[in-house]
């Protein structure tokens, strides 16, 4: 009999499980993690990725005919030279996840999640989002013929609810600024209609977060195994900070590293719940009874008063002597002006904390390197492109006048 190409792991305990329908552990009661199980061809980490679905063999879908893909993934990987110089580090890298079909990481992650969905004869998905899962959870449904619920809570910028609604799905304004409780209402609504829950929280439904460890794949060929020192991630709930762990325990596994970089999850300081976890050395399940009151910051997409893939996020601290950082928002802002003027990339605010918390990483040294995931652009949010770019000057049509205001330009 064939081994399974896949299982439910538990990194709380190290139980396992081949039962599918079960995703909490009967042992110490954390959520279950997939976990690969496939040996991928031979080759497959020497030649450039075309997409993120060159690694069928290691995503947790069992039909290539069920995959929903718009050729998400193998994004750029770009050195930035001017931020190392600015915070005095031998290297920064930039993977550039604003390269994917709706303009960010949750591609991936959706891309795995509805194909799943699709597998299961589910008709109908439901997220629960601040924007970029609603974006691709709409975008990815309509490429598949499958209907849209977006459940949109109170940090929701009003750009991304349209660029959401564009593509067909059902925006929702929730009215409340916690994530927990829009999770409760899409999961009573999912019981009740027969939706699939395809939000990216690895807690309620782990196949919607395996995407993100394509990421740590391609990193891998990119820097042709000579990997960073650090990744640094923006944390919401986590999803990607323990997925991109996951991905570099994958190529261990297989024997292609022996070394895991050191993960780094960047939160606002107005919800940091990762950083209150890691500094209290909190068990996952006791974080859940401690919500993050109020939750209050300019990064709405990282705003999550729990964390829902802690059960992963926690241990990829832990196990690399990573670090848990948190930005106030005047730094996550001028983490946004800088990458835009210093490296021509305009990220979101939620991605512009990896910038800001450059100088927050500890022991950085002129030979320390380090690999920045840009989790997403900002022309979504423009409202917020607002407040860091300087306004337009005025002139009448004469060199002149063109002149000196070129001039005094150039001396701001």
């Known amino acids: 009999m064939d081994e ?76 930035a030279t001017r931020l190392a110089n600015n915070i005095g580090a031998g290297c920064v890298l930039l993977k550039s996840e604003m390269a994917n079909p709706t303009g960010s990481f949750k591609d991936r992650q959706v891309s795995v999640g509805i194909s799943h969905a699709r597998a299961i004869g589910a008709d109908t998905v439901a997220v629960v989002s601040s924007g970029n899962v609603a974006c691709a959870a709409s975008a990815y449904a309509a490429r598949c013929g499958l209907k849209a619920v977006l459940l949109m809570h109170g940090h929701a910028a009003p750009g991304k609810i349209a660029v ?72 919401g709930g986590g999803g990607l900070l323990g997925g ?3 991905g570099f325990l994958d190529l261990k596994r297989l024997g292609l590293i022996d070394r895991i970089p050191r993960m780094a999850g960047v939160q606002a300081a107005g919800c940091a719940p990762l950083k209150k976890a ?26 999550d008063d729990i964390l829902f ?31 835009a003027t210093q490296e021509g990339l305009l990220c979101e605010p939620t991605t512009a904390v990896v910038i800001a918390a450059l100088r927050h990483l500890p022991g950085i040294a ?34 002149e006048a063109l002149n000196t205001a070129f001039h005094h330009h150039d001396d701001t």
């Open 244 to 246: 991109v762990w996951r």
């Open 309 to 339: 893939d802690g059960h992963t996020a926690l241990p990829a601290i832990r196990t690399t002597n990573g670090a848990a950082v948190n930005v106030d928002d005047d730094e996550i802002l001028e983490g946004q002006r800088l990458l």
């Open 4 to 79: 399974p190409k896949y299982d439910f792991f538990c990194y709380g305990c190290g139980a396992a499980s081949c039962v599918r329908d079960n995703t909490t552990c009967p042992v110490c009661g954390e959520p279950f993690s997939i976990r690969a199980h496939a040996t991928p061809p031979a080759g497959l980490f020497e030649r450039t990725p075309r997409s993120m679905w060159d690694y069928f063999d290691l995503l947790p879908v069992d039909d290539r005919a069920d995959v929903v893909t718009l050729n998400e993934g193998a994004t750029p990987l770009i050195e």
């Open 366 to 399: 002129s030979n320390t390197r380090i690999c920045c995931i840009v989790t997403g652009t900002g022309s979504k949010d423009l409202d917020t492109v607002k407040k860091i770019a300087p306004p337009a000057v005025h002139i009448e049509p004469t060199l």
């Open 164 to 235: 959401a609604s564009v593509y067909g799905g059902r925006a929702i304004q929730v009215d409340t600024p916690s994530a927990a409780e829009a999770f409760d209402l899409c999961i009573e609504a999912c019981r009740q209609f027969g939706w699939y829950h395809l939000s990216t929280a690895g807690m309620y439904n782990p196949f919607n977060v395996e995407g993100a460890k394509t990421i740590a794949y391609e990193l891998f060929q990119q820097t042709d195994g000579d990997l960073p020192d650090w990744i640094v991630a923006p944390c």
């Open 278 to 303: 890691i500094d209290n050395d909190t068990p996952y399940l006791e974080t859940l009874e401690d919500p993050w009151p109020d939750p209050h910051t300019i990064a709405g997409g990282i705003a």
